[in-house]
Structures are given as structure tokens and as C-alpha cells.
């Protein structure tokens, strides 16, 4: 009991002293700003909290806001679902690892962005696209994290369950899959922040509709509209603060028994 409200205190006094720095570096900011010690170029908090107030009204940057969050969370489901399953399967089965883990060590180093104009010229300039390169760069943390995870799992247990009859499937459900989940969940946590790094580069290119957040950037650097910039930039890290707090939500419920 003590050591729970330790614990509050100290989580407490850890979110006060954020606030406090972040407090401070915005103040800052805007005096600089005021006394005209920074260039005039770079707005300040106050010109952009005004443009984020304007545009959350009048609706432009929720519907930003919503198609970047759909090509991110897209990409980081079929993530889960390919990463997870070829991921297990790789690190349970032998011959499967040795076939991937070639495949995984000569695509993990390459920059994916670097795949956009060859993926433009086979799929067209659509959200398929985007949504396949942010796949793509999330993958490899997923694989990885859930392919070491099963790698980690006592074999005595694999080895007991086996002798007693249990199939294949049957260990990996109820073995592999849940001793693995804390290793996986941490591939998870990669995987969701590459996702949203990559949706600005992936908009950037243009867009079917011409809607999200990285076109926001783009269109706002042609016209010098440096707050209409770092409100998109702060949109997208809120989005993704958001969602890193949800999977963390997700994983102390379900991984109840490791905290």
C-alpha cells in the first residue's frame, strides 16, 4: 500500500515537472517572440494556438487530422496482424526463421521512404500507396520483437506440452502466444511511433483528395506559414501521444500478471 502511494506521488511530481517545462519553453518562446529577438518567420504559441482554434471550428483540420489517423492506424493493424503471425511463425519454426531472417537483415537498413518512387510508378499516387510504405516501415519492429519473444520462451515448457500430445497450434496459443505478448507489445510500441513518423512523408507526395497532415506542412511551407506548419507537426505528435497511451492502456490490462 505504501509503495502504491509512493508511486502516485512520484508520478505526480513527475507530471507537474513537465508541465512546468513545457510551460516554461512556450513563455519563452513567445517572449522572444515579443521582443522581436527571433525572426519574424517563426511565429509564436500564441498566433498558433489561435490557428489551431480557427481550424478545429471551421472542421479543415479535424478532416487532416482524421485522414492521416486513417492511413497510420491502417498501416499499424496490418502491421499486427502480418508482423504477429509471420513473426511467431518465424521464431517457433525453425525453417521459417532461416528463410526470413535473410529477407529481414537486407530490408531492415534501407530507408523505406527511399521506396516511394519506384511503389508511386507500380500502385499510382493513392492512398494504397501511403498506406504500404507506412506498413512497410512499421513492419521490421514488429517482426523482430515478436520472432525474438518466441525465441525467449522456456523451452522446457514447449518441450512438456509436446510430450503430453499438445499439437503445434495448441502451444503456440497457449504458451508461445501469451509468454511472448510482453516482448511483442514492445515491438507494438516501435511499430505505432514509425507510423506516424512516416504518414508525413508519405502525404507529402500529394494526395488523391488532397486532404492530411503532411500535405497541411507541405502547403504551408510554399506560403510561409510557419504556424499553420507547427500546428500540423503538434496535431500529428498529440495523435500519436494519444494512441501510445492507449496501447499502453491495452497492454497493463492485458498483461496485468507482468506489472
Same mark, same amino acid.
Given at each position: 500500500m505504501q509503495n502504491n502511494i509512493g508511486t502516485l506521488k #512520484?508520478?505526480?511530481?513527475?507530471?507537474? $515537472? +513537465? *508541465?512546468?517545462e513545457i510551460a516554461a519553453v512556450l513563455a519563452l518562446w513567445q @517572449? &522572444? #517572440? #515579443? *521582443?522581436?529577438? $527571433?525572426n519574424d518567420y517563426l511565429s509564436n504559441p500564441i498566433e498558433i494556438g489561435t490557428f489551431l482554434l480557427q481550424s478545429i471550428f471551421g472542421g479543415e483540420l479535424i478532416i487532416d487530422a482524421g485522414m492521416s489517423l486513417y492511413r497510420s492506424l491502417t /498501416? @499499424? +493493424?496490418l502491421v499486427i496482424v502480418c508482423g504477429t503471425i509471420l513473426g511467431i511463425c518465424a521464431g517457433y519454426f525453425q525453417p521459417v526463421g532461416r528463410f526470413f531472417d535473410p529477407l529481414i537483415s537486407l530490408g531492415n537498413p534501407v530507408p523505406k521512404v527511399a521506396l516511394l518512387p519506384v511503389l508511386i510508378v507500380w500502385f499510382g499516387l493513392n492512398d494504397f500507396t501511403r498506406i504500404f510504405i507506412i506498413f512497410l516501415t512499421a513492419f521490421f519492429p514488429c517482426f523482430i520483437?515478436? *520472432?525474438? /519473444?518466441v525465441r525467449t520462451v522456456n523451452k522446457y515448457l514447449i518441450w512438456s506440452a509436446r510430450n503430453m500430445g499438445s499439437s503445434h497450434l495448441n502451444v503456440v496459443k497457449k504458451i508461445i502466444f501469451p509468454a511472448a505478448l510482453p516482448k511483442i507489445f514492445d515491438g507494438y510500441r516501435i511499430s505505432l511511433a514509425l507510423t506516424f513518423m512516416m504518414v508525413f512523408s508519405s502525404e507529402i +507526395? /500529394?494526395?488523391a483528395n488532397d486532404r492530411g497532415l503532411g500535405l497541411? $506542412? &507541405?502547403n504551408a511551407d510554399m506560403f510561409g506559414r510557419t504556424d499553420i506548419m507547427f500546428a500540423a507537426v503538434f496535431v500529428i505528435a498529440l495523435l500519436g501521444l494519444?494512441?501510445?497511451r492507449i496501447l499502453l492502456f491495452t497492454r497493463s490490462r492485458i498483461l496485468w500478471w507482468a506489472n
Open positions: #512520484s508520478n505526480s511530481k513527475l507530471k507537474m $515537472i +513537465i *508541465a512546468i @517572449f &522572444l #517572440s #515579443s *521582443a522581436n529577438l $527571433i /498501416g @499499424f +493493424i520483437n515478436t *520472432a525474438d /519473444g +507526395i /500529394g494526395s497541411m $506542412i &507541405l494519444w494512441c501510445d
